[in-house]
């Protein structure tokens, strides 16, 4: 299982336990930790993404560039008739 899946799972058992906390202020505080938790996770996920197209495009530009062209030394060499 995928991390990501991981902590999906466990956000969303996280939220049904909190449904069955009695204290309302304990509720309200675990709701809103709650929410930032999803909203980081979200944001961590397309970071994630943007990093990888961005790695991506970097490979891809520097196999653009390809080899440099040198040429071998010919200006002692001598052709025999």
């Known amino acids: 299982m ?3 899946l991981k902590i999906n799972s466990e956000l969303i058992s ?3 336990q909190i449904d069955e906390i009695k ?3 304990v509720i309200s505080v675990l709701n809103r930790l709650l929410n930032i938790i999803e909203e980081l996770h ?3 996920i397309s970071l994630k993404e ?4 961005l790695r ?3 490979n891809h530009l520097k196999r ?3 080899k440099p062209a040198i040429l071998g030394n010919t200006r002692g ?3 025999k008739v």
């Open 2 to 4: 995928s991390t990501q």
């Open 14 to 16: 996280l939220s049904k």
């Open 23 to 25: 204290d309302e202020k």
């Open 42 to 44: 979200s944001e961590n």
């Open 50 to 53: 943007e990093n990888q197209r």
């Open 56 to 58: 991506d495009e970097n």
């Open 64 to 66: 653009e560039l390809g």
């Open 77 to 79: 060499l001598k052709k």
